[in-house]
């Protein structure tokens, strides 16, 4: 075994075993830039398997003399080349070697060297026991160094020796019959005579005590689609009654279908995990407590107690694993303020969740199964460091052959790993794996509800122009923890966003079924472009023609980002509260109509209000506002209270301040903010109401021209004026002449473009002639609209329509 020099320029000769037949002799130190298989292996990280012949072209190569692989600048010590060539030539005929390096490429501490006679080389099942003997190997050195709070540099003159690990063996598992192969030193490890063993997979496992056989028998016994590779430290007890630690490390070789066929693993001696019996009392104490836990959060709760004071570590995470995503079970200390933005986004939606992807570190100690620490200064994410900056560990928390969760334990001070607590964390990481899955099991009514709320509403809610928008959802403490409360945000058109909440009747399935058909229907029609009514009333009729006796209540506003403006629309829903830019609080005044689903042609009037920047737009379910012990009158002064003392400028704190002491809950409760910033360009807005006279056109271009002057057309504003005169006129004929009612013209000026609009009664869409004929007096408005415009369109409108075209325009205030 070499390990790295003090100097980091050379491994040096740290151990070696002998067996009974040869001696092979090696140098005493290689240098990291020679051309020795040893070096190449230390510095690519790649193990190197060299049979005879193989064996010989290298020490050919490290002739001084002879061809080199190297380039002519290169660095080389040929000296010690000479001397790995002499000694290799005196190793006994048909001798083959292997190179592994031992630790990964951030922690790489040396290679093994493994020689023998081996005329056709080490055959396949031999390097992969080989390599996770030298994962054995890699891991008492680690144990090591934790133990002497230093990086030692271990020598033949330290007196320290075992390095190696002498007491450790082999075997091959049959996964389909159960029929095991173990060398004698397997047997001894486990205390089993050689005669006496039976060939049985399960006399293994009978051999550790009864609290590590759950974690034994997920490794011997895996599922179908397992990861290939284990680690695990269990204990055996001795005849005398001592406890022994024993490290298992095993491959699983599939099939030509993909199913686990062998397993080749090595079983060694990790007395350096021998725990104090302190430790022994807390890991009985851990396997009494979850044997009582019966829900994931109860488990959750379990290993904070067992591991962050205990360790004395400053944080701890458990989550659950489901795909491709983490959902977060609990998180101690619960200040938001104590986790990185990652792990604290959507705190009180009760199920903040991460992709696996955003994390690669966290995704690979995952996919290797195995308990994981980093020392401070670890190359790690931020939204990882930031968890332990002075230490990290992370336990994959596995059961019946697949990753069931993780649990991650931070510490802020520099923090070194014991032996002792790595053993703790293995034995946690055992444990807590089975008793999550069982969790499940025995959780399956309350996981269904969690699953089900998860995939009806939003994940994550969209980033707005001139504003920012929070969302907080918390189900139920009672029944069936999911109900029919929902909120969404829905970006449109021109800087508008629509936000939309609403709850259906009752606490079932049912209604979060209905739940989720209207959130997507009210999206889809509000994406269609229709204004607010007109989305309420399709919803309206969609929920009635259901086969459903549930009804629900809905408020939905669109809001203009860049003015203000908004128009709001309820149906049997609490009104919205607002909070104005000097902190007063007020309710808004929403003309209301019926809940949805009752009257199929039910009105549903749209009411006008505007937000000044630094003003907060609150929509509630009455789950926030009402109880069996709080009216609700009285629950709303209460949250206008709490409103108005909040603080705006950060509404993900505003919003936590609005739930208030809301543990137990006998209805849902969502709310919705949205603060409202503005824009940097202010928008100009004017409007014209058409007269119906001969010279209605007239007046309206003379409007258009007057109001772009004003605005400062041809100085302050570049837009081609009479450009704009011609698309009014053309527009405002269309409305005069084929429409009965009102005609409205709409000016708009913002940074980038000139938005002309013209409303009208009329919900029929203009249609622009395919083929028009030279002689005739009409149908070329909408040709000369589209031939100028850089953008044009008609949507609904409040029962009628709008037909708009945009002009391009630049505003000197917004270039600035």
Known sequence: MYLLGEHGDRLELAETVDGPDAEYDMPPAVHLASRSPVAESFRTGRARWLDPTSLLDVTARLDPDGPSDHGAEEEHHPAADTELRDLVKSWPPGSSLAVLPLGGHASRRGALVVAGVAPEGFDVDRRHLLELYADQ?????????????RTPRPDRDSGL?????????????????GAMTADDRVLDLLGLPPGEFDGRAATLVACAVPDDVPALMSVVEPGLWTSCEHQLAFRIRCLNGELRWLGLRCRILPAVDGTPRRMLGVLADASYL??????????????????????????????????????????????????????????????PDAWPALWRSEWHSEWPDAARSALPTLARALRDGTVTVWLPGADLEP??????PGGLAILPLQ???????????????????????????????????QALMRAHALDARHELARTLQRSLLPRKLPRLPGGQAVARYLPATVGLEVGGDWYDVIPLSDSHVALVIGDVQGHSAEAATIMGQMRTAIRAYAVEGHPPDVVVSLA?????????????????????????????????????????????????????????????????????????????????????VEASGLPLDDGVQRLRTLFSAADPTDIGRMADDLLGNVDRRDDDVALLLLRYDGTASRPL??????????????????????????????ADVSVDVATAQLIVSELVT???????????????????????????????APVRSTALDLEATGGRGLVIVQALATAYGSVPFAGGKQVWAELPAARADAAS
């Open 399 to 433: 059961a019946d052959g697949r990753m069931v969760g993780v649990c991650l334990v931070g510490w802020d001070e520099e923090h070194r790993f014991e032996p002792e607590e790595r053993s703790l964390l293995t034995a946690t990481a055992s444990l807590v794996g």
């Open 540 to 624: 309206n009729r969609l929920l009635t023609g259901m086969e459903t006796d549930l009804f629900a209540t809905c408020c939905y506003v669109d809001l203009d980002m860049e003015e203000g403006a908004a128009l709001l629309v309820r149906a049997g829903h609490i009104a919205p509260l607002v909070r104005r830019p000097g902190g007063v609080t007020e309710e808004i005044a929403v003309r209301g109509g019926p809940p949805l689903g009752v009257l199929p042609d039910a009105r549903f009037p749209m009411t006008e209000a505007r937000l000044a920047p630094g003003g907060v737009l609150a929509l509630l379910t009455d789950g926030l």
């Open 734 to 764: 269309n409305a005069v002449a084929h429409t009965r009612g009102q005609v409205r013209l709409d000016l708009t000026l913002t940074g980038q473009r000139l938005r002309i609009a013209v409303n009208d009664s009329s919900p029929r």
């Open 685 to 714: 807005r004017a409007q014209w109401a058409v007269w119906r006279l001969p010279d209605a056109i007239v007046h309206a271009r003379r409007f258009t021209a007057r109001t772009l002057r004003s605005w400062g057309a041809g």
């Open 161 to 177: 020796s075992g390095l190696v690990p002498l007491r450790s063996g082999a075997f091959t598992l049959d996964l389909a019959t």
């Open 274 to 335: 021998r725990p104090s019996a302190d430790e022994v009392s807390r890991v009985q104490w851990l396997s009494a407590e979850l044997a009582g836990a019966t829900t994931v959060r109860d488990v959750s709760e379990v290993v904070v107690a067992a591991l962050r004071e205990p360790l004395n570590a400053s944080r701890v995470a458990v989550a659950e694993v489901e795909a491709e995503r983490l959902f977060v079970t609990i998180l101690d200390p619960s200040d």
């Open 137 to 149: 190997v890699a891991a008492g050195i680690e144990a090591y160094e934790v133990t002497r709070r």
């Open 383 to 388: 939204d990882l460091t930031h968890i332990g």
